[in-house]
């Protein structure tokens, strides 16, 4: 692994980007386990609610992992939270088109 220098603006003339074959690695910090960071309750939260409540989750969860990366930290529940709850949501809105669809085309049948 080696440093590079950013130096595209006077405040990164201090920042150093990690390189591994050519990728940039991020700089955000892993928590230790049992320690708890900024985003993490929220995070959890989030994601729980993406599975029931898809639309509230994923907000939560955005919100959440803001807060962590804010801070410095990853937050892998937040980011599952808001996979699941884009997903979900997606889904959703395409169960619903096709369900509005089907009545809507039901209407006019008689079935006399």
């Known amino acids: 692994m080696r440093c590079i220098r950013a130096s595209l603006t006077p405040l990164s003339q201090t920042t150093y980007l990690n390189t591994i074959k050519g990728r940039t690695v991020s700089n ?39 807060q962590s990366k804010a801070a410095g930290f990853k937050n892998t529940p937040a980011k599952i939270g808001i996979i699941v709850g884009a997903i979900l949501f997606v889904l959703g809105i395409i169960v619903s088109i096709i369900s509005f669809t089907a009545a809507a085309s039901m209407v006019g049948t008689s079935t006399y």
């Open 28 to 66: 955000l910090q892993t928590p230790t386990p049992g320690t708890d960071y900024p985003g993490k309750t929220l995070g959890i939260v989030g994601l729980v609610l993406a599975i029931v409540f898809n639309l509230i989750g994923l907000i939560i969860s955005i919100v959440a992992l803001q």
